[in-house]
């Protein structure tokens, strides 16, 4: 009996996906739950797996077509690896009975048999790291993996090709896009932009072409906050079975003190409607392989720091394996983006609509301050808010902005909500 492997069922929000990579090619045996395909969306790349053991019948759609939810995708033969396997164990019988004097041939089908073999027992790979060892020509049995049940992650790809670069062993980077190599030696590479950079950037020049977007900035004395991390971090995380507390706890409580009090920045526009949220949602700019993403901490205002400290590690990493879901990315209502891990001193965030703010942290830089007639070195950081001045006046943006500033140089006012 044959099953249809259809494509799973998209959001509103994303019309179609396209065949990323087939794990399997037709006639190929599988098992139930296997990797059969990955498919690549605006936001996420999705596996489809086997429904049931047999042999993957028929290939519909190959890779680089377009799908959309619930298109049939491939057929599955349900059962009939058993007996294929059955015939093809008869059929070596036959042919090992009839070559008897090719020792030749007999050494090359034991290799061929272990090499099977060895394939089948091959660690899975996230999509990130399957792309980046095909690049590089890496194979998966030569890569020990650290993920979860031994899953392949980016980082062991990178550890082996380092490994293989310092040995003198690795092998040679597989190209699959055309290269141009001028006599001179400046090489070009032409590569397709993915589906979520093509996003990303169609909606950066939504953003920009769409939204009166303005930015005001402040910044903020970090030492408190330093200071309380410092003093308590231990015991955080012995009490919360191994949390970190890190700054960007403080800073989500801090944005969801600001957006009860200024209920305009945590609005949204829709078409001459503006939608005030009742509850606040809070985006985090995740940086993965595949480009930014922006996962959502549901009801933050409901989440302590340790919380929302887990959740943040938890999506930064399935973002790096690539298995964040569609409804762990849909919705927010503000966005945080912190640029400061990378070093940025100070920048303007561009507005994720349909929201009409985001806050933009960067880095902790010591600076001569002046306090009480004095100059001080504290641990300084620019804040920057750019929102939509469509929906927000100047006036509530600085007073949002210093609202955060104040919850953070005073950390005990985000507990006492005041």
């Not at 994303?14 to 990797?35: M, Y």
């Not at 008869?90 to 394939?119: I, R, V």
């Not at 001045?389 to 006492?416: N, S, W, Y």
């Amino acid at each position: 009996m044959s099953i249809e492997i259809k494509a799973p069922t998209l959001p509103e929000s994303v019309p179609d996906g396209t065949i990323a990579s087939w794990h399997k090619k037709a006639g190929d045996a599988v098992k139930r739950d296997e990797l059969l395909v990955d498919i690549e969306t605006d936001k996420v790349v999705i596996e489809v797996v086997s429904p049931a053991d047999g042999v993957l019948e028929k290939i519909v759609k190959e890779s680089g077509d377009t799908i959309v939810s619930n298109e049939l995708i491939a057929l599955v033969k349900e059962g009939a690896a058993a007996s294929e396997a059955d015939q093809s164990d008869d059929k070596k019988s036959d042919d090992k009975k009839s070559d008897d004097k090719q020792a030749d041939s007999k050494t090359e089908q034991k290799t061929d048999k272990k090499s099977e073999s060895a394939s089948d027992d091959a660690p899975l790979l996230s999509p990130a790291a399957k792309k980046l060892a095909e690049e590089h020509g890496i194979k998966a049995d030569q890569v020990t993996g650290t993920g979860k049940d031994g899953r392949v992650t980016k980082e062991d790809v990178m550890s082996a090709i380092e490994g293989g670069s310092k040995s003198g062993t690795s092998a040679p980077a597989k190209r699959e896009h055309p290269v141009a190599d001028m006599s001179s030696g400046r090489v070009e590479e032409r590569v397709p932009m993915s589906r979520l950079r093509a996003k990303v950037a169609e909606r950066l020049l939504q953003a920009s072409q769409t939204t009166a977007m303005l930015t005001t900035f402040n910044e903020v004395n970090m030492e408190p906050v330093m200071s309380l991390r410092s003093r308590y971090k231990d015991q955080f995380e012995k009490t919360h079975d191994g949390v970190r507390l890190g700054f960007m706890s403080f800073f989500v409580r801090a944005c969801v003190e600001a957006l009860k009090r200024y209920p305009a920045v945590n609005a949204s526009i829709d078409g001459s409607d503006i939608v005030y949220h009742g509850y606040q949602d809070i985006g985090v700019a995740v940086s993965s392989p595949r480009g930014l993403v922006v996962p959502v901490l549901r009801n933050a205002d409901h989440m302590s720091l340790a919380q929302v400290e887990a959740k943040i590690r938890e999506y930064g990493l399935k973002a790096q394996d690539g298995k964040l879901s569609m409804d762990e990315m849909t919705g927010g209502t503000f966005t945080i983006s912190n640029g400061g891990v990378f070093g940025s001193l100070l920048s303007t965030p561009i507005l994720n609509p349909p929201q009409t703010a985001i806050l933009g942290m960067h880095k902790i830089q010591e600076r001569p301050m002046a306090v009480n007639g004095k100059v001080e070195i504290l641990p300084m950081m620019y804040l920057a808010l750019s929102y939509d001045h469509r929906m927000i006046d100047g006036k509530e943006a600085v007073q949002f902005l210093v609202t955060i500033k104040d919850l953070l140089e005073d950390p005990a006012r985000i507990l006492l909500e005041i």
